[in-house]
């Protein structure tokens, strides 16, 4: 692999706090992008930059949020700052039976105005070899903005950066329910590597199965779809090819946040190496394998990496 190469991630992370049994508030940071840059560095040389893209606020959180990307080697470059706005924030909690409610404060974090400055984030992109957003990242912003990015990254510029995109749709984002379906095709048909979750599909399009998914990406002109089903087959559509790859053992899992995010990162990273289609959906499966067996979306790094093999 060329080791000297950048990838960067644009969206949105939040504060975590989540209550362990005993009743205990522990502090974090996630979201999707963030997990799937966890993940790449986990599992990527140091010689290769993976990049964070966002915007933060001033405050304490937000400072100890650029903190934590830089000691674990993400770096901050791209994350903007803005004078008016704060970090967005959510707790965990866990009732006697095990089930987990989320509750946010995000609808005014500074990272809903990332894309304010398309021509920084163009300039980023121009010099990246692989750029990653989600349905998460174009759901956050304001119409005008999410046309813009769409937009933008549409052009590639004379490098060409590679773009991969998970649609990962939550319909609750959304402002403009009519705009889910024709945003993510929007942005999908500008991808060049594909990430979707058949069940996010399936509320929204109404995919019958994985294959369905796979099939309606692929008919956009996508060249690489690899459609995620949780224990039931990957769907793959790579070099003009179906292939349907098991995922080789189901586990118990203990917390599922985190999967899709952790099986792109895996997937990514595999290619970026040089590997196939199918060495990369198979890294992928076990490291999200890992991840469900774990509690929170980042599983530390040392673990990624024995699990991916790398
Ligand atoms: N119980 C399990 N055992 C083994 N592997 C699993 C299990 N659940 C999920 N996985 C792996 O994780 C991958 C992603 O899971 P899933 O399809 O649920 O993603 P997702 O819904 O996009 O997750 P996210 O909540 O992060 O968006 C699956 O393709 C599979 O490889
Ligand atoms: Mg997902």
Redesign the pocket.
């Known amino acids: 692999m060329n080791s000297n190469l950048s990838v960067l991630s644009i969206g949105e992370a939040m504060v975590e706090f989540f209550r362990d049994d005993a009743g205990h508030w522990h502090q974090g940071f996630a979201g999707?992008t963030l997990?799937m840059a966890w993940g790449l560095r986990a599992q990527l040389p140091d010689s290769t930059c993976v990049d964070y893209v966002s915007r933060a606020g001033t405050d304490p959180f937000s400072q100890r949020f650029r903190g934590f990307l830089e000691e674990n080697g993400i770096g901050t470059a791209h994350v903007g700052t803005d004078p008016e706005r704060g970090i967005g924030l959510y707790t965990i909690e866990t009732d006697d039976m095990g089930e987990r409610s989320f509750s946010y404060w995000r609808s005014a974090s500074a990272a809903r105005r990332f894309a304010d400055d398309i021509p920084a984030l163009t300039a980023a992109c121009a010099a990246a070899d692989l750029v990653y957003l989600s349905g998460i990242s174009l759901a956050i912003l304001d119409d005008a903005a999410c046309d813009a990015l769409i937009d933008a990254l549409g052009e590639r510029g004379s490098r060409g950066f590679k773009l991969a995109f998970?649609p990962?749709i939550r319909p609750k984002l959304w402002q403009d329910p009519n705009r889910i379906a024709p945003v993510i095709e929007a942005m999908a048909a500008k991808s060049d590597i594909l990430l979707p979750?058949?069940?996010?599909e399936a509320a929204a399009f109404g995919d019958r199965d994985a294959a369905a998914t796979r099939a309606r990406y692929a008919g956009l002109g996508v060249p690489e779809v690899v459609a995620?089903?949780?224990?039931?087959p990957?769907q793959v559509f790579a070099e003009g090819e179906d292939l349907s790859l098991d995922?080789p053992?189901?586990?118990?899992?203990l917390d599922?946040?985190?999967?899709?995010?952790?099986?792109n990162a895996a997937y990514l990273a595999s290619r970026l190496k040089g590997g196939t289609v199918t060495e990369a959906v198979r890294t992928?499966?076990r490291v999200?394998?890992l991840?469900?067996?774990r509690r929170g979306?980042l599983v530390p790094m040392q673990q990624i990496r024995a699990a991916a093999g790398a």
């Open positions: 999707d997990n998970d990962n979750t058949h069940d996010d995620k089903d949780g224990i039931r990957t995922v053992e189901a586990v118990k899992p599922t946040t985190g999967a899709g995010d952790s099986f992928a499966q999200s394998a991840t469900v067996q979306a």
